[in-house]
C-alpha cells in the first residue's frame, strides 16, 4: 500500500499491568506497522513484574509512563489522551498483535469517510502458549470478534466470536459498537463523548467500560463501522468459543469459573448499569418480554450455579441513583432517535 507523503498523526496508547508474557508479542507488532506516522505511549499500571523494565530497555522509541497504583485500563486510557496529541487514536489492549496493515487500513477508512468515527477490526483468536510452545503461526481461522452486536433481551454479542471467517465479517459496514480489543478512534468524535468532563465511568473498573463508551457514541450520532482489512489477533482471557452444545456450555462454566469473582460480578453490574444509563425507556417496554425472560434465566442460573455473582446486589443498589444521574446527563445529548437504536437490537 502506497501512503501519502503528509500522514495525519496516530496516537497507539498502551495501558499495561503485569503482562510481561505478551509485552513484547505486542509491541514488536506495533513497530512493524507500515504505517509510519505514529506516536506511542505505554501506560504501566503499577506492574509488579518485569513489564515496565522490557518496555524500556527493548522499546526506548515508545513512551513509558509508569504509575505507583493501579487506574484500570480504561481510567489509563483517558489519563492517556491529555499526553497524546494524533488526529487518531488506537486504544490497544497489550494482548493483541497487529497486522502490519493494522493502522494503515484504519486510517485509509477514516480519511476517505470523514463521518467515521470508529473502526473495529476482523480480530481473530490466538493462543500465546500455543504460540510459543507449538511454534505455530498465527492463523485467520477463528474470529475473536467482529465488534459489539445487542439482542432484543440485550445480551451482548461480541460478532463472529468462536465462528470460522465468512461473508459476514468480509465487507465494511456499519456496526452497534467497536469491542475494546483494539479500537481506533477519531480523536475529535471520542472527546465528543465526554459526559460532565468524563469519558470513561470510573465506577465500572475492570469491565463493560468499553461498551458503555461504545453504546454513548453510537447514541450520540458517531458512526462505528466494521473494516475488514484492520487485522489484528486477540488471546482472550475469558472464552474462546461459540458454547453450541453441551460439551460447549461445560466448557464456558469451566473457564468462567477460573476468572476472578469480581469481574464476574462486574459484569452482571456494569452491563447494567449500562443499559440503565443509555438505553430509551420506551426500547426497554418495547423488549420487555425478552429482557425479563432474560433475566430470570440469569437470576437463576447465579442461585444454581455462581451464587458468588449475587453478591454485587449490595454495590448495584448503592450506585445505582448515580447511575441514573449520569443517565439524565447522557440523554439531554443524545442525537439518535429510540426507533432508530432499536434497530441494532436484534
Not at 497507539?12 to 505511549?41: K, P, W
Not at 500455543?130 to 467482529?146: G, R, Y
Not at 460480578?265 to 418480554?289: G, H, Q
Amino acid at each position: 500500500m502506497t501512503m501519502p507523503d503528509i500522514q495525519p498523526l496516530v496516537s497507539v496508547q498502551i495501558v499495561v499491568r503485569n503482562g510481561e508474557r505478551f509485552i513484547r508479542h505486542c509491541l514488536d507488532s506495533v513497530r512493524a506497522q507500515i504505517y509510519m506516522s505514529t506516536e506511542v505511549v505505554v501506560l504501566d499500571n503499577n506492574s509488579d513484574d518485569s513489564t515496565a523494565n522490557i518496555i524500556a530497555s527493548e522499546y526506548p522509541e515508545f513512551r513509558l509512563i509508569r504509575r505507583d497504583n493501579n487506574l484500570g485500563m480504561w481510567p489509563g486510557q483517558e489519563m492517556l489522551l491529555s499526553h497524546t496529541r494524533g488526529l487518531y487514536v488506537l486504544v490497544l489492549s497489550v494482548d493483541v498483535i497487529l497486522d502490519p496493515q493494522f493502522i494503515a487500513n484504519a486510517v485509509a477508512a477514516c480519511e476517505r469517510d470523514i463521518t467515521i468515527a470508529a473502526v473495529q477490526g476482523k480480530i481473530f483468536q490466538y493462543s500465546l502458549p500455543q504460540l510459543e510452545t507449538d511454534n505455530l503461526k498465527l492463523t485467520t481461522a477463528v474470529i475473536d470478534t467482529c465488534g459489539f452486536g445487542m439482542t432484543r433481551s440485550r445480551k451482548v454479542l461480541n460478532i463472529g466470536h468462536g465462528q470460522p471467517d465468512g461473508p459476514y465479517c468480509a465487507s465494511t459496514h456499519d456496526i452497534f459498537g467497536v469491542e475494546g480489543a483494539a479500537p481506533f478512534f477519531r480523536r475529535s468524535a471520542l472527546e465528543d463523548c465526554r459526559v460532565e468532563g468524563k469519558l470513561i465511568d470510573t465506577d465500572y473498573f475492570w469491565y463493560g467500560d468499553d461498551l458503555d463508551l461504545a453504546w454513548r457514541m453510537t447514541l450520540f450520532g458517531h458512526r462505528q463501522v466494521f473494516v475488514p482489512g484492520a487485522v489484528a489477533w486477540h488471546d482472550r482471557s475469558t472464552t474462546k468459543g461459540a458454547a453450541t452444545s453441551l460439551a460447549g456450555h461445560l466448557a464456558r462454566l469451566r473457564v468462567r469459573r477460573a476468572i476472578p469473582l469480581r469481574k464476574r460480578r462486574l459484569d452482571w453490574s456494569n452491563v447494567r448499569f449500562t443499559i440503565i444509563k443509555n438505553d430509551y425507556i420506551l426500547n426497554l417496554l418495547r423488549d420487555a418480554p425478552w429482557i425479563l425472560a432474560r433475566e430470570m434465566a440469569t437470576l437463576l442460573y447465579a442461585l444454581a450455579i455462581e451464587p458468588g455473582i449475587l453478591l454485587e446486589a449490595g454495590r448495584f443498589f448503592a450506585l445505582l441513583p448515580r447511575m441514573l444521574k449520569r443517565r439524565h446527563a447522557i440523554m439531554r445529548r443524545a442525537v439518535i432517535s429510540a426507533r432508530t437504536m432499536h434497530q441494532w437490537f436484534t
